[in-house]
């Protein structure tokens, strides 16, 4: 074959002319470089490969990474776990080997990533999501991907999420803005973990964590500025009347002072906040995860302390009106799961006086038949979204969108066992959730996910938009 007829069969000619044309147009200096890229972005995108492996989360347990290829570049996605998996939510897929790593490997997902579902994917357009999420379900067949494992199949969703993006040339948060069908993008209050217990600390505090929202600032940036400066200041409380040992970190980050009651930590973290002189501007809330200290139908708060455990239980009446009292003396502003996932009754009540955001999270588990029922009974008004309970991108967006529809508010959560991955932060801003709940402004793998926040605020420029105030208002 001639050079020409070479140039005639793949039709070069037209192609190269059309890219030189566009370099003189843009008066471009280098006219090389910008004819590769006129030439390559002509070429549309394709998955030519799926590469995954076995990393270690922020615990030391194993977890599940993924490189997807398109002929346009390698785009990489990870996924957490949480320290437990509830009965309704998509199934991790783990070993089980007692010999390696515990159990806790994840070299059966990898391999299905590797040998099943690269084959399954290969060529298609990662603008498509619903339909490569979509492909990977089928391919599972089991309603809670038992078969593939969700840890293998959100990893593939959320690396094809990014190549969909750099396909479009756009941020992943506008990518994902537009695949749920927003117009608008808002960046999140951070909920920032202050004080940890429960199971992500070794104290005696039964409550998971006590946290706090900027709701005062103008930016995020700010509202970033302030939750490093009240966890600063809550360090020096907590050495100040429990000694240096107090300022150990829990899973998630925050402190870990040997408090007795949740009323002593929000003496605390209340004292962290009138020393940053921001008063009102900083709210408190509360992730009670009740669950976890609940007998039977009795709760008991010193579960943790061996020597009082199961002398003082309260009932979900007390709880009530615990909550009730905590809620007239500090600026609560929601509380998480405060009551037994399956105490359905209680939920409701409570939410339905109306002191605070009442949040789902073991009640809902990001189940879509949970969150429908809920919403039918009026259980709860909020949504707190993992996307690992659920597996896929698609599947977060509808069940985003089923809270929506209810006029419930949303918090894009992080895991227990984090990795450096910082795909939700941009899912929070892309579906204008609210408020994001990813951890303490400290260790890596959660300050990376509010350093991505400051630099969507950044590149958004004057087109960003802080929740604020209006946290619980960006339906």
């Known amino acids: ?91 991790e897929l783990r070993d089980g ?21 690269s084959e ?18 089928d391919l599972d067949k089991t309603e809670k ?13 959320i690396a094809a999420c990014k190549a969909g993006a750099a396909e479009k040339e756009v ?4 990518h994902l803005s537009d695949l749920s069908g927003r117009a608008n993008m808002t960046l999140p209050v951070p909920a920032f973990t202050v004080l940890s217990g429960g199971n992500h600390a070794s104290n005696h505090f039964a409550i998971q964590e006590i946290m706090i929202l900027p709701v005062g600032a103008s930016r995020f940036e700010e509202a970033l ?37 949740l009323k002593e930590g929000l003496e605390l973290v209340k004292e962290a906040i009138n020393r940053t002189g921001y008063g009102d501007k900083i709210k408190i809330a509360i992730d009670v995860a009740a669950t976890n200290f609940c007998i039977g139908t009795k709760y008991d708060l010193d579960i943790k302390s061996p020597n009082k455990s199961g002398q003082n239980f309260k009932s979900a009446e007390d709880m009530i009106d615990m909550y009730k009292e905590l809620c007239a003396e500090y600026p609560i502003v929601f509380i998480e799961d405060p009551f037994d ?23 809902l588990m990001s189940n879509s038949k949970r969150v429908e029922r809920a919403i039918q009974e009026s259980a709860c008004n909020a949504l707190l979204l993992k996307v690992n309970q659920i597996g896929t991108v ?10 929506r529809d209810a006029q419930w508010g949303v918090v894009t959560s992080h895991r227990c066992g984090e990795t450096e991955d910082s795909f939700i932060s941009d899912l929070s801003v892309g579906l204008a959730t609210g408020v994001i709940k990813a951890g303490a402004p400290c260790r890596g793998e959660r300050t990376m996910k509010y350093n991505q926040l400051l630099r969507i605020e950044e590149e958004l420029g004057d087109q960003a938009v802080y929740a604020g105030e209006d946290w619980r208002q960006t339906l």
Not at 97 to 117: F, H, P, Q, T, W
Not at 171 to 174: E, I, Q, S
Not at 341 to 363: A, P, R
Not at 394 to 403: G, H
Request: glycine share 8%.
């Open 171 to 174: 941020p992943l948060c506008k």
């Open 225 to 261: 500025q302030w939750g490093s400066e009240t966890y600063h200041h809550l360090k020096a409380v907590v050495t100040e009347k429990n000694g240096n040992m107090g300022c150990n970190v829990g899973e998630d980050g925050g402190l870990t002072p040997d408090i007795s009651s």
């Open 97 to 117: 080997d007692k010999g390696m790593y515990l159990g806790n490997s994840v070299a059966k997902a990898v391999k299905n990533i590797n040998e099943r579902i």
């Open 1 to 91: 074959m001639s050079v020409q007829e070479y140039l005639d069969k793949h039709t070069l000619s037209r192609k190269i002319e059309d890219a030189v044309n566009a370099a003189v147009r843009a008066k471009t200096s280098d006219p090389v470089l910008f004819i590769a890229n006129h030439m390559k972005k002509a070429v549309p995108s394709v998955i030519t490969k799926v590469k995954a492996r076995q990393i270690l989360d922020s615990r030391g347990i194993p977890t599940v990474e993924v490189d997807l290829h398109t002929n346009k570049g390698v785009f990489r996605a990870s996924v957490p776990s949480g320290d437990s998996s509830g009965t309704y939510e998509a199934i």
């Open 145 to 157: 991907k038992n078969e593939l494992g969700a840890n293998a199949i959100l990893a593939v969703s």
């Open 120 to 137: 399954a994917l290969i060529g298609m357009d990662p603008k498509l999501q619903a339909q490569i999420d979509h492909a990977m379900i």
């Open 394 to 403: 698609t599947e977060a967006i509808e069940v985003v969108k089923l809270a």
């Open 341 to 363: 996932k399956e105490d359905w009754e209680h939920t409701k009540y409570f939410s339905n006086l109306g002191i605070c955001q009442v949040v789902g999270d073991d009640l």
